[in-house]
């Protein structure tokens, strides 16, 4: 018999994610659901270190942080042809992105071992 494996963020991390502000957004021919964040490089103090070169990514460049099903992590940057491969949540770099979105480390960590 098989069944259906349907991916999706565990409720501990959604719970965390939409109290720092993330919205849920669905995409159509996509059963699953995204969680996404809109902030501005310069208020991303990881992201702005790692990325923002003041020719492609500025300071005041829009991006949007994105949880997908997978409990990866992607940001894409609004106006440039710009984006970031998805990492894991709990790998250094997207826990560091989502500190950087207003999420409490600790806290990201404890729900690591949640559902």
Known sequence: MQTDTAVEIRTSLKVLLEAAGFASTHYDGDEGEYL?????AGAMPYFSEHA????LIELETEIVIEV???ETVQLVAQGPDYFEE???????E?????????LDRAA???AQVKN
């Open 68 to 70: 997908l099903p997978d």
């Open 94 to 102: 997207g826990l560091a992105l989502l500190v950087d979105a207003g």
């Open 52 to 55: 923002v070169d003041h020719d």
């Open 36 to 40: 996404n964040k809109n902030m501005l």
């Open 108 to 110: 990201l960590v404890a």
């Open 86 to 92: 998805p990492v894991p949540v709990w790998s250094d």
